[in-house]
């Protein structure tokens, strides 16, 4: 099993900012890529940044500029440095984790819990 904790979340308004993690635990694996997505109600979720075991970054359009994701490989978390914080920001924030178990090659694709991000104008 893999579990993903999320931290950061919480109310801020307009042009401040936040910073979300999450670390993965639970089995012994090599992460492939982690990542952050949201979702509003009434809609699907959708991709906010991505990052690769290798650095390699993913970011969608209306965060560009203003998000940044980074991860640390030792700490197995990944973190999403959120600036300039819009009202169109606010959405509930999922870490999502592609992982390979390095005993059997499985290959997780898990979630967290999520995180309310809130921006007010």
């Known amino acids: 099993q893999v579990h993903l904790v999320e931290s950061g979340g919480g109310l801020v308004q307009a042009g401040g900012s936040l910073r979300l993690s999450c670390t993965a635990s639970?089995?012994?694996?090599?992460?492939?890529?982690m990542g952050w997505y949201r979702q509003t109600p009434g809609k699907q979720r959708e991709l906010v940044a991505t990052?690769?075991?290798?650095?390699?970054?993913n970011y969608a359009d209306s965060v560009k500029d203003r998000f940044t994701i980074a991860h640390d490989n030792a700490k197995n978390t990944v973190y999403l440095e959120m600036k300039s914080l819009k009202p169109d920001d606010t959405a509930v924030y999922y870490c999502n984790a592609k992982l390979t178990q390095m005993i059997t090659g499985y290959k997780y694709d898990s979630w967290g819990q999520g995180t309310q991000v809130t921006v007010s104008s």
């Open positions: 990052i690769t075991s290798g650095g390699s970054t």
């Open positions: 639970g089995i012994i694996f090599r992460m492939n890529q």
